[in-house]
């Protein structure tokens, strides 16, 4: 128990130190761009990423393949239910976009890197990229009131996704030079995601309390089964397994509060969510995590 409890410590511990630095930087440095840390992040690091790993991994696309879809039941599930649940109780049904989309980058990559090495960060990438995809299309049409498909059609991260499968499947070798400055860029993205999330969580404040802890629990309840219940009913095994419940059970993204600020509408309920699961995260990902390494 004292060696399963050492290791869940080892692998949440860099991650956690990285988003100190996130608050300290907000309280102590100089103002953060999150703005444009976002979009570098978005647009450059995460594309370089996805295609580098797409290119390179070992793990056959078929597979990957699985993850994705995976991913899109996993979304398409907790996004009905969370309907449900916001109408019955005559809330704003237009949050079950943050109910759905988890931190999976900031807060999922790093964890699923740490925990089971490149293996588990392809599968997680293939997570995120679709949750990525999700979210600045339909999540992004949702919370703006129109859609937006050229947008998402010229997305980098849809390219880069394309690009990378495309050259897979070509069986040709990466060469040297795109493998190294695709891998260079990408490097930047753990670190400076966990920084960002940091930053944010520090400036965020949680209001309506009674209203955020209620719906942070309800979605902790919600995402937790349908996360070990859909692993179990794809038959996924071993890292895949792993990674799709952390991914699924991910707290609440901050993207979320980025769109809603965007489109000029009030991010203070998401906002509260956002900081609540990030809290709640520290109880429920180590326990979650320790028994994913026990199996």
Known sequence: MISLALEVLSI???????ALIGVAWYHRGPEYPIKFVTT????????????????????EILELGRMAFATLLVHIIIVSLSIVALKLAKKDWRLCVAMAVGNTGNLG????FFAFGEEGLAYAMAFFSVQVLLL????DAVYAGRANISKTIRSPVLISVIVGVVFRLSGFELPEVVADTTQLLGQLVIPIMLITLGVSLAGMKAKH?????????????L???????????????????????????????VFNFLLLVRH???????????LVTHLSAIIYLPLVLALLLRQ
Do not use: H, K
């Open 223 to 253: 995402t937790v089964p349908v996360a070990f219940l859909l692993a179990d009913f794809l038959g996924f095994t071993g890292v895949a397994r792993g990674v799709l419940i952390l991914e699924t059970i991910a707290p609440v993204a």
């Open 264 to 274: 000029n509408r009030d991010p203070t309920e998401v906002s509260s969510l956002i």
């Open 109 to 112: 990559l790093p964890i699923c």
């Open 40 to 59: 570098l992040v978005i647009d450059v690091g995460m594309p370089a990423l996805l295609f580098y790993t797409l290119a390179t991994s070992q793990i």
């Open 12 to 18: 949440l511990t860099p991650s956690a130190f990285l």
């Open 209 to 221: 309390l009674p209203s955020a802890l209620l719906w942070s629990t309800f979605r902790i309840l």
């Open 136 to 139: 600045f299309s339909l999540g």
